[in-house]
T-cell receptor, first 115, second 114 residues
C-alpha cells in the first residue's frame, strides 16, 4: 500500500531557530500534500495544502511566513517552522494524496519541542 | 483553523461490548468520509471510509453509517478489544480552493477495559 515517510520523528530546538520537517511519498506520486498540527488532546488542524510546483494554500489564521512549505517534487514536501517559539511546540503530521481517487496517506508525525 | 476541538470526549466500554462513536460533520457538500484511529504519538491510521452515495459500509468488525440529512456519521466497533483503545476521528473530504482537502472532527477517546 501507499507509504508516507515523515522525518524527523522528534526534534528539540532552541527558541528563535528554524526547524525543517520532511514528508516523502515512497511508492506513489503525491500531487497534493497536506500539513496538520495537533496540540495535546485536540484534533488535527489543517494548516496548509501544497500542490507540486505551486505555492501552498494556507488555512485561515496560519502564518505563511512562519510556516514555510515547499513542494518541489511529486514525492517530497517540507515544512519549515521559522523563528520557532515555545508555543509552536506541537505534533506536526503530513498527509499525501495521489489525486481525488487515491485517498490520503498519513505520515507518522513529528513531535516538535521548542525550548 | 477548522474543526479544532477544545477537549476529547471519552467513551468507556468493557471488552466484548459493541462501541458506537458518533461524529457531526460540517459541510453538506462533502462527498467522502473517513474514520481514523490514532494511538498516542502516532499518525492517524485508516479504519474505514464511505462515500456520500452510500449510507452504510461494513468492514471487519467495523461499520460506518452515514446520515446526510442531519450530517452525522457513526462508527460501530463490534466485540471491542483492549487494542481498540485509542482516539477516533472522523474526517470529511471537502472542496478547497481548486483542490480537495480533508478536515478532521473533534475526536473521541475510546477506553476499553479488560
Amino acid at each position: 500500500g501507499a507509504v508516507v515517510s515523515q522525518h524527523p520523528s522528534r526534534v528539540i530546538c532552541k527558541s528563535g531557530t528554524s526547524v525543517k520537517i520532511e514528508c516523502r511519498s515512497l511508492d506513489f506520486q503525491a500531487t497534493t500534500m497536506f500539513w496538520y498540527r495537533q496540540f495535546p488532546k485536540q484534533s488535527l488542524m489543517l494548516m496548509a495544502t501544497s500542490n507540486e510546483g505551486s505555492k501552498a494554500t494556507y488555512e485561515q489564521g496560519v502564518e505563511k511566513d512562519k510556516f514555510l512549505i515547499n513542494h518541489a517534487s511529486l514525492t517530497l514536501s517540507t515544512l519549515t517552522v521559522t523563528s520557532a517559539h515555545p508555543e509552536d511546540s506541537s505534533f506536526y503530521i503530513c498527509s499525501a494524496s495521489g489525486g481525488a481517487d487515491y485517498g490520503y496517506t498519513f505520515g507518522s508525525g513529528t513531535r516538535l519541542t521548542v525550548v | 483553523g477548522e474543526s479544532v476541538g477544545l477537549h476529547l470526549p471519552t467513551l468507556s466500554v468493557q471488552e466484548g461490548d459493541n462501541s458506537i462513536i458518533n461524529c457531526a460533520y460540517s459541510n453538506s457538500a462533502s462527498d467522502y468520509f473517513i474514520w481514523y484511529k490514532q494511538e498516542s504519538g502516532k499518525g492517524p491510521q485508516f479504519i474505514i471510509d464511505i462515500r456520500s452515495n452510500m449510507d452504510k459500509r461494513q468492514g471487519q468488525r467495523v461499520t460506518v453509517l452515514l446520515n446526510k440529512t442531519v450530517k452525522h456519521l457513526s462508527l460501530q466497533i463490534a466485540a471491542t478489544q483492549p487494542g481498540d483503545s485509542a482516539v477516533y476521528f472522523c474526517a470529511e473530504n471537502m472542496l478547497g480552493t481548486g483542490f480537495q482537502k480533508l478536515v478532521f472532527g473533534t475526536g473521541t477517546r475510546l477506553l476499553v477495559s479488560p
